[in-house]
């Protein structure tokens, strides 16, 4: 074999090492978005799903959305840990609408959601979602 074959063989042997290597290669992880949810129970005149609830762990925010015309509002729960404190925002801006919640999380919080609706001021506690447990990272 010639020199020049063997240069060209070579050089082509290089190329596709280094191809196979950046095949090989791993990219950054990236961590999906998951999305952690709750609906209202269905109460005498009150719809199920009148209201919601939504945590999204990519940006830590919730949205507390109201879904019926029903005439009340929707209050949105959250805490840190099981015994955590409260916290909560409402939504009385009618309906079709949500009202986002910006927070910021430890990537290993544990948090609980709940949703309630609230009629002329007061919480219709019949209403309300049972507490779910949603994981800041999206990782159970």
Not at 31 to 50: F, K, L, M, P
Not at 80 to 97: A, P, Q
Not at 118 to 132: E, F, H, I, L, Q
């Amino acid at each position: 074999m010639n020199t020049l074959s063997r240069r060209l063989l070579s050089g082509a042997g290089a190329v596709g090492a280094a191809a196979a290597t950046m095949l090989y290669v791993a990219a950054p992880a990236s961590a999906a978005t998951e999305i952690y949810s709750v609906s209202t129970y269905r109460s005498g005149d009150y719809a199920a799903s009148a209201g919601s609830e939504a945590f999204y762990t990519d940006d830590d925010s919730f949205h507390i959305c109201d879904n019926s015309t029903d005439g009340a509002g929707v209050v949105g729960y959250w805490k840190v840990g099981s015994s955590g404190t409260v916290h909560s925002k409402y939504n009385g801006n009618g309906f079709n609408t949500c009202v986002p919640s910006d927070e910021d999380f430890a990537e290993s919080a544990t948090l609980y959601i709940r949703v309630c609706l609230r009629d002329d001021g007061t919480v219709v506690s019949a209403t309300c979602s049972g507490w779910k447990t949603a994981y800041a990272d999206g990782v159970a």
